[in-house]
């Protein structure tokens, strides 16, 4: 539940040196990397989420408070899951360290006769236009000697921090503006505005000798004082130093996440941006067991779900496969959401109320519960899972959906189609035939979403994106959506002048570009790489039209440009995880069909790869692979595409190039064999669609 680390304020996650840019290279904020101090709680490479938290900030100190919210240089920092460490410009090392529900911090001070730890709990948000987060309430409590206690209500949460502090005959107490309380033990404001706030918190103050440690721990709680001192002492203890212990327990824990997925081969950067694009998948969401501020059940309370637009094609299916207890967590806590809230969330953050981000998408949890329903899993209701689905259907977009079998944006339209569909199989598999049918039949509505004349989706708003952004979506009727372009040929036909086959390369945007540049960009009409939500399944729409060697194509060139082991490593926001899962699984040589139960194939990275799934092992072995390094200079230097000439699975052959889910849930072994020259393999046996089902039954 809990993260933290340097606190500059910059934009996206309140650490770095840059301001909150859309187009083009970000400008600088700041001219070095700086810190503050120390905050709480940050949000994963979104982009313009609107709440950053960045809460409870713990700034070492040696010079006066009057100087608290002045930035030092960082300097030596070291960084690995579950610590961070650096030098401030003041001389103080300061290291971090995260369990569940608590931070452990320990800062290493210079000789002073007032060193100082400063706990500011007003803090929110980033020093960007519109980014600070104000408290509405708060209350702080010096609970005696090392001990302390305060809650805010950011954004009608109430978040609660129970304090140890581990200095012996430091003083300590409460300030408000920059300035000491002398003997008062309490602090309480019932309203707070953006004209009213000045700064308060907490303070601890001692002299130290050079090299002396201190130790802050803390619990946090969104369910008050009591719970987060009991969620301290569960993980740390009572009155003992804990920060190694946490530490060596959070590793541990990373450490048998991180190798629920291991290769073979491969360049060492390879092998680097994969192994940090699995971390990334793993941060968010945040679970916060029994930590619901909003029901006072017991169970699973998930947030930073931000958001099923970023991550239910790649990032779920990827939870699904290698924490499966943890993806179940994720759909029971989204269920209850439903219940109280009256719909299922588009986002989910530490705040009051579904943020639905309508203009997003809608009904985009259905295939992580259809999926789930699929594979069998246990511990949800699914008759009461499919009556909130199906409620859902009908919600913001859904009613006009439900009315017309269209809706605008246009996009939406494909994803109430596509719920419908995922409902659909639930509700058959339930044995509810009638509302199955029903719904199959509204799914057929993708239809009116596209304009036959050109293959591609009608006039419409888009978000992020265009129609010809939009207009590849992996549909659960992939066969009718390529006959409605005029077939194979003429689908593969636009496919290619999307992905820009033939055509001469583009100039990247640079710092500020101007808005004519940034249109006539736009004009092209083409990939703009994985840094929009919609492109990201769109390189195997190939698949589906029998010519599985120009996803190999497709996607050997963003494995190989577009992500490195250096700043301005990833092509756009990493979206909680999104973005680095589908650097997983196409390093794998595979990619999830979301809300379909499906795996198609591809050639992967990586001689060999295992996957440890939640029922076994599923290792993918190749023959015939050659390493290629990443990020070449000069077109000419292109590594060569290899190409899956022939495949088996567990033994027997496969000609088709997909599996399904439950195959790699279950484990087993498919072996590729990899060539340099397009194959027939694939070309023949395409992925299954919708229509494929009803000419079976007629």
């Known amino acids: 539940m809990v993260s933290a680390c340097a606190y500059s304020g910059a934009y996206p996650t309140g650490y770095g040196r840059y301001a909150k840019n859309t187009e083009g290279v970000p400008e600088e904020m700041f001219g070095e990397l700086q ?42 920092e070291t960084a690995e899951p579950g610590y961070y460490a650096a030098t401030l410009g003041t001389g103080i090392r300061s290291e971090i360290t995260v369990g569940d529900k608590v931070a452990v911090h320990r800062y290493t001070f210079p000789r002073s006769s007032s060193s100082r730890v400063v706990i500011d709990m007003s803090c929110g948000g980033l020093a960007i236009e519109l980014g600070r987060t104000i408290p509405l309430r708060a209350q702080v409590e010096s609970m005696g000697q090392g001990f302390a206690q305060g809650t805010v209500w950011m954004e009608g949460v109430p978040l609660s921090v129970f304090v140890q502090f581990d200095a012996p005959r430091w003083r300590q107490m ?39 440690t201190v130790e802050i721990r803390m619990g946090f709680s969104l369910r ?35 190798d629920r997925v291991q290769v073979e081969g491969g360049t060492p950067a390879r092998r680097t941006v994969l192994a940090t694009s699995l971390y990334h998948s793993l941060i968010k969401p945040c679970f916060g067991d029994d930590e619901s501020p909003f029901w006072p059940d017991s169970g699973p309370y998930a947030f930073d779900v931000c958001t099923m637009w970023d991550i239910y094609k790649t990032q779920l299916p990827l939870l699904s496969a290698i924490v499966p207890d943890r993806a179940n967590d994720l759909l029971e806590s989204l269920i209850r959401v439903c219940e109280e809230e009256g719909n299922f ?39 009461w899972a499919l009556v909130h689905m199906v409620d859902d259907l009908r919600r913001m977009y859904g009613e006009d959906f439900w009315e017309h079998g269209v809706v605008h944006p246009i996009s939406h339209t494909l994803d109430l189609a596509y719920a419908h569909h995922a409902t659909a199989k639930v509700a058959r598999a339930l044995n509810d035939r009638r509302l199955a049918d029903d719904l199959e039949e509204r799914s057929r509505g993708w239809r009116n979403a596209f304009d036959p004349e050109t293959g591609l989706l009608r006039d419409s708003e888009f978000y992020e994106g265009g129609k010809w952004n939009y207009s590849f979506r992996l549909l659960h009727d992939m066969r009718a959506r390529i006959a409605l372009a005029g077939g194979d040929a003429a689908f593969t036909r636009i496919l290619d002048q999307f992905f820009g086959y033939g055509a001469d390369p583009v100039t990247q945007p640079g710092r500020a570009p101007k808005p004519s540049e940034m249109a006539a960009g736009y004009a092209l009409n083409r990939f703009e790489g994985l840094n929009n939500e919609p492109d990201m399944e769109a390189p195997w729409a190939y698949h589906y039209a029998g010519r599985p060697d120009r996803t190999a194509e497709v ?97 027997r052959p496969l000609d088709a190039t997909h599996v399904s889910a439950a195959d790699v849930h279950r484990g087993g072994r498919l072996q590729l064999t990899l060539g340099p020259e397009p194959s027939s393999w694939g070309r023949g046996i395409r992925p299954p669609s919708l229509s494929d089902s009803a000419a079976a039954a007629q």
């Open 224 to 258: 008050g004082h009591e719970q987060a001192r009991r969620n301290l002492e569960k993980e740390c203890g009572v009155e003992t130093a804990a920060f190694d212990t946490v530490r060596s327990r959070t590793r541990a824990r990373w450490g048998d996440h991180l």
């Open 345 to 383: 969330p588009i986002g989910y953050r530490m705040a009051r109320g579904a943020d639905r981000f309508f203009r997003q998408g809608s009904a985009l949890a259905h295939t992580a519960l259809a999926d789930a329903h699929a594979l069998g899993r246990e511990g949800i209701d699914w008759n």
């Open 35 to 76: 810190a503050s101090g120390f905050t709480h709680f940050q949000q994963s490479g979104t982009g313009a989420i609107r709440k950053y938290y960045n809460y409870v900030r713990v700034t070492p100190m040696v010079q006066p408070l009057d100087d608290l919210g002045q930035a030092w240089p960082l300097h030596d």
């Open 555 to 651: 996607v050997h060139a963003a494995l190989t440009w577009q992500f490195g082991t250096g700043r301005g490593g990833l092509p756009g926001n990493d979206d909680s995880g999104g973005l680095s899962s589908w650097y997983v699984w196409a390093s794998l040589g595979l990619f999830p069909v979301a809300g379909q139960n499906r795996f198609l194939i591809n050639s992967p990275a990586f001689r060999s790869a295992m996957i440890r799934t939640g029922e076994g092992e599923f290792v993918i072995e190749t023959s015939g692979h050659r390493d290629s390094p990443i990020g070449v200079d000069g077109i000419d230097r292109t590594p060569p595409v290899q190409y899956v000439q022939a495949a088996t699975l567990n033994g």
């Open 174 to 212: 409460l300030w408000y503006d920059r300035r000491l309380i002398n003997g008062g033990t309490r602090l309480d404001f019932d309203s707070i505005r953006h004209t009213t706030l000045r700064p308060f918190g907490m303070l601890f103050m001692g002299p130290t000798v050079a090299g002396q």
